[in-house]
C-alpha cells in the first residue's frame, strides 16, 4: 500500500493564491459558428473544491489541457469555450490558456512548470484522469511550492484502491475494446486479484484463437496469442461462447444497414465479430449477477453502432441491475453506461479512463507520486 496524498485540510487559504490542475478537456461543438461546451460534468465536477476555496477566502486559478494542439497556438484548441461556460458555472475562477499550446507541457519542461507557478502559493491536482501523464503541470509543481490532491482525484483514488486491496468477494473484473494490445496488461493484473475476469469485444478473438476457434476476420492479434494462451490456462478468464457480425466489407460504427448475423463458438470465413451473442450474454449476466464487486473497463462490441450495443447495454444493465460494489473505469463504459441512463445505478463512475487502466494496473501514476514526493502541506 501506498502512503496517502497530502491534503489541503490546514491550509490557510485567505489571502492565498491556488492554481489548481484541472482536466477540462472536455467536448465542445459549433454553435451559431462559435464552439460551446457540450458536456459540462467535468466543469461541475469540481465546482465544489473551486467554492470551497473562494469561501476561505482564495484566489483561484485553474489550467487545463484541451485537445491536441502539439504545443503549438491553434485556435479551436482555445479553452475560450470552456472560460465561457466555467463563468457562468463559478465566477471568480480564472481559467489559464490551454496548458498544451506551451511544447513544455507535454516535455515536462521544469522552466516552464516553474512559470505556472509563479506567484502561487499552493498547487492542488484535481485531475486523476491527467495524472497517468508525467507533464509539466502535474509533475512540477508539486517539487516547488507546498501541493495537495483534490477532492475527486482522493476519491478516484480511494475507490479503485479498495477495489484493488481489499475487495467484497466474488470480484468480477470485465474487460472490453478493440485492442488486446492495449489491455493485455490490466487483464494479467486482473487475474491475480478478481476471481473471474469477463473478457469481450474485439479483444476476446485473440483468446479465442487460442482454443482453436475460427474467427473469420474479427479482430486478431497474433503477437498476443501465445500470452492470451498462458492467461487461458489460469482458471480466471471467460471468454464469449458466442458472436454477432456481419460481412466483411459492410459499413458499420457510423452507418449502414445490413441485417446482423450470429453464430456459435465459430465464426465462418468472410465475416466478422463485432458484439457478442445470447449465450454469452446470459453466461456474463449470471456471473455479474453473483458478483459482490464488479469493475467494468471496455464495451463488449461496437456499441457506438444501435446494431451492435446488444452485448454492451446487456452487460450494462446486468451490471446496473447488481448489487455489487460496481465501478466503471474507462471513457466507452462510461459513455455506455450513460447513453442508457443507467449512471445512477453504480457505485462509482470514474473520470479517468487511461489512468484509471494505468491505475489498476501498476498500482499508481506518476501525477500521484509526484504529490507524495512533492513539498506536500506547508510546514
Ligand atoms: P478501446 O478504446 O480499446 O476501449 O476500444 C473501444 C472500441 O472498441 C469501441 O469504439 C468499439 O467500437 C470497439 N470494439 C469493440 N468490440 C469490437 C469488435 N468486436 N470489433 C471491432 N471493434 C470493436
Given at each position: 500500500?501506498?502512503?496517502?496524498?497530502?491534503?489541503?485540510?490546514?491550509?490557510?487559504?485567505?489571502?492565498?493564491?491556488?492554481?489548481?490542475?484541472?482536466?477540462?478537456?472536455?467536448?465542445?461543438?459549433?454553435?451559431?459558428?462559435?464552439?460551446?461546451?457540450?458536456?459540462?460534468?467535468?466543469?461541475?465536477?469540481?465546482?465544489?473544491?473551486?467554492?470551497?476555496?473562494?469561501?476561505?477566502?482564495?484566489?483561484?486559478?485553474?489550467?487545463?489541457?484541451?485537445?491536441?494542439?502539439?504545443?503549438?497556438?491553434?485556435?479551436?484548441?482555445?479553452?475560450?469555450?470552456?472560460?465561457?461556460?466555467?463563468?457562468?458555472?463559478?465566477?471568480?475562477?480564472?481559467?489559464?490558456?490551454?496548458?498544451?499550446?506551451?511544447?513544455?507541457?507535454?516535455?515536462?519542461?521544469?522552466?516552464?512548470?516553474?512559470?505556472?507557478?509563479?506567484?502561487?502559493?499552493?498547487?492542488?491536482?484535481?485531475?486523476?484522469?491527467?495524472?497517468?501523464?508525467?507533464?509539466?503541470?502535474?509533475?512540477?509543481?508539486?517539487?516547488?511550492?507546498?501541493?495537495?490532491?483534490?477532492?475527486?482525484?482522493?476519491?478516484?483514488?480511494?475507490?479503485?484502491?479498495?477495489?484493488?486491496?481489499?475487495?467484497?468477494?466474488?470480484?468480477?473484473a470485465i474487460v472490453g475494446?478493440?485492442?488486446?494490445?492495449?489491455k493485455?496488461?490490466?487483464v494479467?493484473?486482473?487475474?491475480?486479484?478478481?476471481?473471474?475476469?469477463?473478457v469481450?469485444?474485439?479483444?476476446?478473438?485473440?483468446?479465442?484463437?487460442?482454443?482453436?476457434?475460427?474467427?473469420?476476420?474479427?479482430?486478431?492479434?497474433?503477437?498476443?496469442?501465445?500470452?492470451?494462451?498462458?492467461?487461458?490456462?489460469?482458471?480466471?478468464?471467460?471468454?464469449?461462447?458466442?458472436?454477432?457480425?456481419?460481412?466483411?466489407?459492410?459499413?458499420?460504427?457510423?452507418?449502414?444497414?445490413?441485417?446482423?448475423?450470429?453464430?456459435?463458438?465459430?465464426?465462418?470465413?468472410?465475416?466478422?465479430?463485432?458484439?457478442?451473442?445470447?449465450?454469452?450474454?446470459?453466461?456474463?449476466?449470471?456471473?455479474?449477477?453473483?458478483?459482490?464487486?464488479?469493475?467494468?473497463n471496455g464495451?463488449?462490441?461496437?456499441?457506438?453502432?444501435?446494431?451492435?450495443?446488444?452485448?454492451?447495454?446487456?452487460?450494462?444493465?446486468?451490471?446496473?441491475?447488481?448489487?455489487?460494489?460496481?465501478?466503471?473505469?474507462?471513457?466507452?463504459?462510461?459513455?455506455?453506461?450513460?447513453?442508457?441512463?443507467?449512471?445512477?445505478?453504480?457505485?462509482?463512475?470514474?473520470?479517468?479512463?487511461?489512468?484509471?487502466?494505468?491505475?489498476?494496473?501498476?498500482?499508481?501514476?506518476?501525477?500521484?507520486?509526484?504529490?507524495?514526493?512533492?513539498?506536500?502541506?506547508?510546514?
Amino acid at each position: 500500500m501506498t502512503a496517502p496524498l497530502p491534503s489541503y485540510d490546514r491550509w490557510e487559504l485567505a489571502g492565498k493564491r491556488v492554481l489548481v490542475r484541472v482536466d477540462f478537456n472536455t467536448p465542445v461543438a459549433e454553435v451559431d459558428g462559435r464552439l460551446e461546451v457540450t458536456d459540462d460534468f467535468r466543469i461541475r465536477a469540481t465546482l465544489p473544491l473551486f467554492e470551497e476555496l473562494l469561501a476561505k477566502g482564495a484566489t483561484v486559478v485553474a489550467c487545463t489541457h484541451f485537445g491536441r494542439p502539439k504545443g503549438q497556438v491553434v485556435e479551436k484548441y482555445s479553452v475560450a469555450p470552456v472560460r465561457r461556460r466555467l463563468a457562468e458555472l463559478c465566477p471568480g475562477v480564472e481559467l489559464l490558456e490551454n496548458l498544451r499550446f506551451n511544447p513544455g507541457e507535454e516535455a515536462n519542461d521544469p522552466v516552464f512548470g516553474a512559470s505556472l507557478v509563479e506567484g502561487f502559493d499552493y498547487y492542488i491536482n484535481e485531475a486523476f484522469s491527467a495524472s497517468h501523464r508525467a507533464h509539466a503541470s502535474i509533475m512540477i509543481p508539486p517539487t516547488l511550492i507546498p501541493s495537495a490532491a483534490g477532492p475527486n482525484l482522493q476519491r478516484e483514488v480511494a475507490t479503485l484502491s479498495s477495489l484493488l486491496e481489499d475487495p467484497a468477494r466474488p470480484f468480477v473484473a470485465i474487460v472490453g475494446g478493440a485492442k488486446v494490445k492495449d489491455k493485455l496488461g490490466i487483464v494479467k493484473v486482473l487475474s491475480q486479484k478478481a476471481d473471474q475476469v469477463i473478457v469481450g469485444g474485439g479483444m476476446a478473438y485473440t483468446f479465442e484463437a487460442t482454443q482453436g476457434r475460427t474467427i473469420g476476420s474479427s479482430l486478431f492479434d497474433a503477437s498476443y496469442l501465445e500470452v492470451c494462451a498462458e492467461l487461458m490456462e489460469g482458471d480466471k478468464i471467460v471468454i464469449p461462447s458466442d458472436a454477432r457480425g456481419l460481412p466483411v466489407g459492410a459499413p458499420f460504427g457510423a452507418g449502414g444497414d445490413e441485417a446482423v448475423l450470429e453464430w456459435g463458438e465459430d465464426i465462418p470465413d468472410g465475416f466478422q465479430g463485432l458484439d457478442i451473442g445470447p449465450a454469452t450474454v446470459a453466461t456474463f449476466s449470471q456471473i455479474i449477477a453473483d458478483a459482490a464487486t464488479i469493475l467494468w473497463n471496455g464495451p463488449m462490441g461496437v456499441f457506438e453502432d444501435p446494431r451492435l450495443s446488444y452485448g454492451t447495454e446487456a452487460v450494462a444493465r446486468a451490471v446496473a441491475a447488481s448489487n455489487a460494489v460496481s465501478v466503471i473505469g474507462g471513457g466507452d463504459s462510461v459513455s455506455a453506461i450513460q447513453g442508457y441512463g443507467l449512471e445512477d445505478e453504480v457505485s462509482f463512475v470514474s473520470t479517468g479512463g487511461g489512468a484509471s487502466l494505468e491505475f489498476v494496473e501498476l498500482g499508481d501514476l506518476p501525477g500521484l507520486a509526484a504529490l507524495r514526493e512533492g513539498a506536500g502541506s506547508p510546514s
